[in-house]
Antibody, heavy 119, light 110 residues
């Protein structure tokens, strides 16, 4: 069974940092592109970042470029999102998701972890 | 403001057929497949339709999808109360190198 489990969410002050983690099981992690997608409270879905199987290619939505960094550790079946200089508008549930093939949309998603940026 | 647009709401009565449309552009829907997610309150999105008209295992055949040019649509036939949810259109965007999502359509079963 494919499983993705996020952790690391919580309350953080504006300008602060937070690191999200996603541990996967049930598939060969090193063979897949992976994504982070977020959803602000009561709002729609927004793609945040993608990373290639070996970590050699990374892409970000414009609003997080220079502030967020996606990374992975294939030996630990883990995906990460380092978030710096956080803003109130970054408040959202952050989902880790698997991309089945490059240029395809995510098929499996985790349950999400809530990040709240507030003083 | 989403790159892909869909109506914010739709409704129907039990047993009825409902369609939800989405409109994109050359960099997303025109050159890649249209996909649909269903999201129930408090849960993660669930893939409902992929590659324009394919259903993952376990998705009832009451759900169907189609694509034409820069637009796509989701049809739900034999509407049931448990279909009440948010539905999101999605497609890969070649200019972003990532997926783009519609703003979501809240489906109400009257």
């Amino acid at each position: 069974e494919v499983q993705l489990v996020e952790s690391g969410g919580g309350l953080v002050q504006p300008g602060g940092s937070q690191r999200l983690s996603c541990v996967v099981s049930g598939f060969t992690f090193s063979k897949y592109w992976m994504s982070w997608v977020r959803q602000a409270p009561g709002k729609g879905l927004e793609w945040v970042a993608n990373i290639k199987q070996d970590g050699s290619e990374k892409y970000y939505v414009d609003s997080v470029k220079g502030r967020f960094t996606i990374s992975r550790d294939n030996a630990k079946n883990s995906l990460y999102l380092q978030m710096n200089s956080l803003r109130a508008e970054d408040t959202a549930v952050y989902y880790c998701a698997r991309i089945p093939y490059y240029r395809e949309i995510p098929d499996y998603w985790g349950q999400g972890t809530l990040v709240t940026v507030s003083s | 403001q989403s790159v892909v647009t869909q109506p914010p709401s739709a409704s129907g009565t039990p047993g009825q057929r409902v369609t939800i449309s989405c409109s994109g552009s050359n960099s997303n829907i025109a050159s890649n497949s249209v996909n649909w997610y269903q999201q129930l309150p408090g849960t993660a999105p669930k893939l409902l339709i992929y590659s324009n008209n394919l259903r993952p295992s376990g998705v009832p055949d009451r759900f169907s999808g189609s694509k034409s040019g820069t637009s796509g649509s989701l049809a739900i036939s034999g509407l049931q109360s448990e279909d009440e949810a948010d539905y999101y259109c999605a497609a890969w965007d070649d200019s972003l190198n990532g997926p783009v999502f519609g703003g979501g359509t809240k489906l109400t079963v009257l």
